[in-house]
């Protein structure tokens, strides 16, 4: 087994994207990223300030509104229309979730899709799905770029995907497709879904239950990518995959914490540059 290290790529990521940075400010574009905060979700604040100073870190310009759980959705959609507007910010995103009141469905159709950086407005969606993409959803980027780092052949190959949301296993599934392998993808009701997994050579799982996938829903050798973060009772963080069971038959496998995760936050830095980079065309 070897581990594919996020958090490594990331930071070497970060550094390349600093270059691009400075690079892009010899042309007078400050490239600018506005995080959107509803609510005081304890995991979601410390994302949040995460990408607050990996923004900063790489030179670029970066804010973060933080407003009241009780905000009403009209105010926070007349926000976003007033930020669409603002030449400040190449990249506009609203952290999730959002409080039960406020739709995300309308939060996310109101960025406008040239500053959507987390690449969730349908518009985006189904530019993936049209094979044109334009903003890329972070963690399934992330995801595309662990594998190209490790050389991952990918054309020809069966991958399996399970879990179906369309922040994850949706783009993830359609880009694995654009690299020409073969895909299913799975979830909570599929039937006999390790008989599923079993076949994959590349196995992404975002399922969001803890350690759901273990010794013997795992090909010999394949490649096994970890997109969940479940916490225990002792706060100890888990992935969707038993780490502990699946590492030695894996011929790959990224862990929880350190694989995805990081690679999430530098790939938002890396869409919300490349918007900035757009405006030289
Ligand atoms: N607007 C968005 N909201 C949410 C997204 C998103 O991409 N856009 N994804 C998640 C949260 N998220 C980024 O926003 C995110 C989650 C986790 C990590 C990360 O680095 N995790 C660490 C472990 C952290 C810990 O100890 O708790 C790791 O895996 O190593 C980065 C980003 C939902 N909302």
């Known amino acids: ?21 400075e690079k ?13 905060l509803v609510g005081e979700n304890p995991a979601s604040q410390i994302y949040v300030r995460n990408k607050e100073r990996q923004a900063t870190a790489i030179g670029m310009k970066s804010s973060v509104l933080r407003l009241p ?46 500053k959507d950086v987390d690449g969730f407005h349908p518009m985006n969606m189904g530019r993936l799905w049209s094979g044109n993409p334009l903003m890329i959803p972070s963690t399934p980027a992330g995801i595309m770029e662990m594998l190209r780092e490790y050389h991952v ?36 009701r599929t039937k006999n879904l390790s008989e599923l997994t079993r076949q994959a050579d590349i196995l992404v799982v975002a399922i969001g239950q803890d350690r759901f996938i273990g010794r013997n829903d795992v090909k010999e050798g394949a490649v096994v990518i970890d997109v969940g973060m479940n916490r ?45 980079e757009r405006k030289l065309k």
């Open 24 to 36: 892009l400010k010899t042309f007078g574009i400050v490239p600018g990223l506005i995080v959107i």
């Open 232 to 276: 225990d009772e002792n706060g100890k963080l888990h992935g969707d995959v038993d780490f502990e069971q699946v590492k030695d038959i894996a011929s790959l496998i990224t862990p929880v914490p350190g694989g995805v995760g990081p690679m999430t936050i530098t790939m938002l830095m890396e869409q919300t540059l490349r918007a900035a």
């Open 153 to 188: 052949e990918l054309s020809g190959k069966r991958a399996v995907v399970v879990g179906r949301s369309n922040i994850v296993g949706k783009p993830m599934a359609q880009l694995l497709m654009m690299a020409d392998a073969t895909v299913t993808i799975a979830h909570s």
């Open 69 to 114: 759980e009780e905000i009403e959705e009209v105010e926070l959609l007349n926000l976003i229309e007033t930020l669409n507007n603002d030449d400040t910010w190449h990249g506009i995103l609203v952290q999730l979730p959002l409080p039960a009141h406020i739709s995300e469905e309308k939060v996310l159709l109101a960025i406008t899709p040239e």
């Open 1 to 21: 087994m070897k581990l594919i290290d996020g958090k490594a790529l990331a930071a070497k990521m970060q550094a390349e994207l600093k270059v691009r940075v």
